[in-house]
C-alpha cells in the first residue's frame, strides 16, 4: 500500500496563497490522486483530483479558478497550488490513492490510502 504524507499547509491571510504537496513512497505513476478536505463540524469533503493514466484534472465547484493540481511523477509527488484562499478554505487537506477521480467527490471512501493531513489556516 502506497504512503503518503502532505507537507506545506500554515496561516495565510484571506487572499493569500499556499502549495501543498502530497509525498509518495513509490511510483503513482497509474494512481489517480485526490484532495481532500475536513473543516470542523462539517463533511469531509473533496477539493481536486488528478487522473494516472491521462492526468486529466478535476475540481470541486468552490475551488475552480483558484486551486490547481499537478503532479511530478519523477518526484512522486502531487502538488495543490492554492490561490485567492478564502476564511472558508480553513481545513486540513489530505491527499489520497486508490480511487477514481471520476468518483471523488461522490464517494471518497474508494480510496483507500490516506496522508496524515496538514492543517490550512485563513484569517479573515
Known amino acids: 500500500e502506497v504512503q503518503l504524507v502532505e507537507s506545506g499547509g500554515g496561516l495565510v491571510q484571506a487572499g493569500g496563497s499556499l502549495r501543498l504537496s502530497c509525498a509518495a513512497s513509490e511510483f503513482i505513476d497509474d494512481y489517480d490522486i485526490g484532495w481532500f478536505r475536513h473543516a470542523p463540524g462539517k463533511e469531509r469533503e473533496g477539493v481536486s483530483c488528478i487522473g494516472g493514466s491521462d492526468g486529466s484534472t478535476y475540481y470541486a465547484d468552490f475551488v475552480k479558478g483558484r486551486f490547481t493540481i499537478s503532479r511530478d511523477n519523477a518526484k512522486r509527488t502531487v502538488y495543490l497550488q492554492m490561490n485567492s484562499l478564502k476564511p472558508d478554505d480553513w481545513a486540513v487537506y489530505y491527499c489520497?490513492?486508490?480511487?477514481?477521480?471520476?468518483?471523488?467527490?461522490?464517494?471518497?471512501?474508494?480510496?483507500?490510502?490516506w496522508g496524515q493531513g496538514t492543517e490550512v489556516t485563513v484569517s479573515s
Open positions: 489520497a490513492a486508490g480511487g477514481r477521480c471520476d468518483l471523488y467527490e461522490t464517494n471518497w471512501s474508494v480510496f483507500g490510502s
